[in-house]
Structure formats: C-alpha cells, structure tokens
C-alpha cells in the first residue's frame, strides 16, 4: 500500500567543516500536496533538497521515500523510484539538441521504444511549449527556455515527487506566469516540492509551506498561516 | 531518408569502398590498408571511451597489448589455432579492461588519465618481465602455418586484407549501432553533463565501467588482429607511444563520431610515411589542425555539411 507520506525526515543534518547547513530537520509531505520550501539565501533549502534526491550525503539523519528508507541510495536509485529534480543553477545538455534533452529523461523509462520514446517527448515539449525549439541545441536556448527544459526534462520522467530548486529565477513575468499555470495542471499527477523565492507564486500555488532558516525549520503551514505568522515576519518576510 | 537509414548506408559505402580500394589500389597501398584497417579498430575502441563518453585514458596500449599477448601466447607457447586465439586475446582485454575500469574509475579528469598511465606501464613491464616467455623488446614471430583461420592463410596479403576488412566492417556496424541504443546516448549524456545525466537516474558508474570495458576488449581485438595478420608480438606495442596514438587518431579523425577513428587512422599513417617519417612536418600539419579543425576532420565536417553524422 502506498504511505500517506510520499517523504519523511527525521534529523535530517548536514555539517560542513563544522557549520550546520542543515540542522535536525523532520519533514513530512503528504502525497499530492505542492509544498513550497522558501527562507533566506544560505538558509540550507538547496542543501535539505539534495539530501533527499541523494545528490548530497547526509551527515545525520534518515530519509523516507514512499515508506522506504532511501538514506544509503545512490541518487541514480531514488530517482529511479521516482524522484525528479531540477538544478538551481540551469543544468542541460547544452550541446544536444532539446528534443535530445528530453529523450534522455525519457529513454531511462521507456528504453527501446523508440516510437514510445518520441510520443512521449513530443507531449511533454507541446505540454511546456518548446515544441518550436525542439531542433536547437540546448545551449542556443534563451536563458528561460532553459529553465522551462529543466523542468520539461523532471515531467518527462513522470515523478511521483517532484523538486524544483527556484525555478522561477530569473524569469520575465509572462515566463512566470506560464510556470505557474503549469504547476497548478500538475496538482493531482504528482507532488511537487518547490523551493521558491518570489511570495506570489508560493502564495498562489502552494498548499502549504514550510519556512527554513539558518538549517532549522522555523514555521510550517498553510500560506495564510505563515503570513500571520510573527517569527516568519521577522525572519524572512521583513515585517511585510 | 531517416538519419538511421543513412548511417548505414554511410557505413556500407565505406565497406564496399575499401573492398574496391583493393582491387584498384597498388599492391604497397593496399597492405598499408590493411594495417590502417586493424588500427582504425584500435581508434574505434578508444573513441568509445574518448570521444563518445568523455573518458581519456592513456593506458589503451594495455588493452591492446592483452590482445595481442593473449592470442600471441595462446598460440606461440599453448600451441591453440587461430580461432581460439583471437578468443584467448579478446578475454584477456576483457579482463583486464574490467579490473583496470574498476580500480581506475574510481578517480578521474586527470587522476584517470595518470591511473590508466601508470596500469599500461605496469602491463609493458610485465611484458618485459616474462621475457623468457613474451622475448620483451625483440618479440616472438607466429609461424606462417599457424596463421590461418578455417583453412584460409592469413598471412597470404589479399586475405589479410579480407580479414582485416571483415572485422572493420564488423566493428564499424556495432559501433554506429551502439551509439544510437539508450545505453549510447547515455554515454554521450555523461560526456556533455555527469552530474544531469547522475540526477536524470542514470548508473553513471556503471555505464562508464561498461564503457571501458567494450573500449578495452575491442583494442584487444585489434590486438589480436595485428598479431594474427601480421605475425608478430612486440613489447613496443603495449609501450607509451601505443597508448598516445589512438588519442591523436581520434583527435585527428574527429572525436564522437564513427569514421573518424579511421580517417584520423588513414591520415596519421600517411601524413608520417609521405613525410618520410619526418616528425617535424607530422607536428606542423597536427598544430595546423588542432588550430583550424579543433573538433577533427569528422567534426569539422559534421559542423559545416552533415549534422546528422553518428
Ligand atoms: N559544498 C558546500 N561547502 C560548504 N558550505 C556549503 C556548501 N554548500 C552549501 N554550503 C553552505 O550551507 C548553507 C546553506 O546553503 P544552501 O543550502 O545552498 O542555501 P539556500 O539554498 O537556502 O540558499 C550556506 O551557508 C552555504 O554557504
Ligand atoms: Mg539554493
């Protein structure tokens, strides 16, 4: 039977050369929510983030996937279980073509279906609108396309949980606006864990959040909670 | 026409090309051929690892040697026919090229290139360690009756040329095949971006060690080729220079793409026999290309005309 909780953590911590990045985090995320991870720059979201795709080791602490521990998988495994991630910094394959891009999310899946392989690229790519650009290579993209491949590359592998390391960064408005269209189209397909540092898309799309600084959590709820909420004020939202 | 249908035809036309360059060329030619053929699947091997997953080794003269030495003793000193010494060289590299891919791999960038160094330089001592058995640097002859395969001379130049064109053509298809297979593209994946291809749930390690691994074993069947066709096992061979050539063929020919291997192959071998082996104007015409043609005659070639080459 599937956990009510697609993801758990308990003391989740990650110490660099004697900083807590990270500091005996315990997380839960229930399945199908969109959950908004948001704090101050260095307040250890990136890092938390990767220690539960497995791109960084944990000092402490374990990590529940689906109701089995992942914390000793190799990040290859727990993205083979259905974990898609998509970088801070845009990480493509700039010399391939976008079409080539998606492929290679794809293909893990689908294998030698070349037929099935290209359906199911070709969806994804009219789904985020890059079906124009499928033919460039990935690094002639502009710098939005870029972030939209990103994320077309973690929809195409159909993830049962989804992060997004600030998608929206650096984006004009309409490129923002199309993303949050397409979030709030995956709620029911996925859960999406997104770490987001522009409050009118956390507000408008997340369920809940959750509010890190210095490596603690310090708040979680519903947006309207954290916005009443004084500790986050005087942390993060600057009394806003 | 599909991409697909045009790599293979690609790869036909060049078959059926060298099986008419015997016939039309002089007979000095063809068997400078038949030697750029062997050593073109040497180019091929590294190129999977080099070009196509952006591993550089400096140690394939260690594959190459256990090719050679694993059919050349198998059947200088075990007595074996032809057909299982080619078997006998093929698992030696492919021994070798899985203990060396699992203990070099562990390291990279420039720690793999110095780790597959010092392997192949252990491997070319060994060689001259044994030398009671491998004669080192002078190297032991096949016997004229022993080089043959299903009745057919070996060292006869037209089916030299054959057999050499044969397992060219072999290794040539498999490549252009491999490299479109899901297991291809990953490697081109690792090449361009380790870490995305890591985050997108591929087994980097794994792939690389498979890599090296049909890299080495497919050097060793050069190998084994050169010294089933050309009858000898030299110690030089499992030396430096040996593990430094399949990189400038590659480099020359164009890195990532199927024929390069060869013509990077047929371009070194001539551009050092028309200048008399004058290293002087082999360095100049290199630079030149590294200069105007940094991606390789292929690469170039891809980039301006036929973005479509494997
Ligand atoms: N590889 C690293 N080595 C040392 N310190 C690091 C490393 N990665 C992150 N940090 C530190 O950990 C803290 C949290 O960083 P990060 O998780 O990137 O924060 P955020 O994503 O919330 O901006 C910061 O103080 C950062 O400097
Ligand atoms: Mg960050």
Redesign the pocket.
């Given at each position: 039977m599937a956990a009510v909780n697609i993801l758990e953590t308990k003391g989740l911590t990650k110490t660099?050369?004697g900083?807590n990045?990270?500091y005996n985090i315990d997380f839960t995320l229930p399945r199908g929510e969109i959950h908004a991870l948001i704090?101050?720059?260095?307040?250890?979201?990136?890092?938390?983030v990767?220690m539960l795709s497995g791109r960084i080791p944990a000092t402490r602490g374990k990590v529940w996937f689906d109701g089995a521990e992942v914390t000793r998988l190799p990040a290859h495994k727990r993205i083979s279980l259905g974990i898609a991630y998509t970088f801070?910094i845009t990480s493509v394959f700039g010399k391939l073509p976008v079409r080539e891009n998606v492929a290679l999310a794809v293909r893990r899946i689908l294998g030698r279906d070349r037929e099935a392989v290209r359906a199911k690229v070709d969806g994804v790519m009219e789904r985020v609108g890059l079906t124009e650009q499928a033919d460039q290579l990935a690094g002639d993209l502009s710098y939005g396309h870029q972030r939209v491949l990103e994320i077309a590359m973690g929809l195409a592998q159909n993830p049962e949980l989804f992060i997004l390391?600030e998608p929206t960064q650096g984006l004009a408005l309409p490129e923002v606006e199309a993303f949050m269209q397409l979030v709030k189209d995956l709620r029911g397909e996925t859960t999406i864990l997104l770490?987001e540092h522009n409050m009118n898309v956390v507000m408008e799309v997340s369920d809940s959040l959750t509010v890190?600084n210095n490596?603690e959590v310090l708040a979680r709820g519903t947006p309207e909670e954290i916005r009443a909420n004084a500790d986050v004020q005087a942390a993060y939202l600057g009394g806003a | 026409m599909s991409d697909i249908s045009r790599i293979h035809l690609l790869h036909a036309a060049m078959v059926v090309a060298l099986v008419i360059c015997w016939f039309v060329l002089p007979v000095y030619h063809a068997g400078n051929l038949a030697r750029i053929m062997v050593f073109a699947i040497y180019a091929m091997g590294y190129n999977l690892l080099f070009g196509y997953t952006g591993l550089l080794s400096l140690g394939h003269a260690l594959f190459f040697g256990a090719g050679m030495y694993g059919l050349g003793l198998a059947m200088h000193l075990g007595g074996v026919f032809a057909g299982p010494g080619i078997l006998a060289g093929l698992i030696t590299a492919l021994v070798v090229s899985g203990v060396v891919g699992f203990l070099a791999l562990r390291t990279s960038g420039v720690a793999f290139m110095i780790v597959t160094l010092m392997f192949a330089q252990a491997g070319y001592l060994t060689v001259l360690l044994f030398g009671t058995y491998t004669r080192g640097d002078e190297g032991f002859v096949l016997p004229q009756a022993t080089r043959a395969l299903m009745g057919i001379d070996l060292s006869d130049a037209q089916n030299r040329y054959f057999a050499a064109l044969i397992l060219f053509g072999i290794v040539l298809f498999f490549i252009g095949w491999l490299v479109r297979t899901p297991f291809g593209r990953c490697l081109v994946a690792i090449r361009e971006n380790e870490e995305r291809a890591r985050m997108l749930g591929y087994d980097i390690t794994r792939h690389k060690l498979i890599a090296v691994i049909l890299s080495g074993t497919i050097s060793g069947l050069s190998g084994a080729a050169y010294c089933l066709l050309f009858g000898s096992a030299q110690a030089a061979f499992a030396a430096v220079p040996y593990s430094i050539f399949p990189l400038l063929y590659v480099l020359l020919g164009g890195m990532g793409t199927t024929i390069g291997p060869f013509v990077g192959t047929l371009f070194m071998f001539y551009l050092i026999d028309w200048s008399g082996g004058n290293m002087m104007v082999a360095g100049v015409v290199l630079v030149a290309l590294a200069l105007f043609a940094p991606t390789g005659i292929l690469g170039e070639i891809r980039r301006r005309f036929t973005p479509w080459l494997p």
């Open positions: 660099y050369g900083l990045a990270n704090g101050p720059n260095g307040a250890g979201k990136s890092t938390f990767g801070q390391d770490i890190l490596g | -």
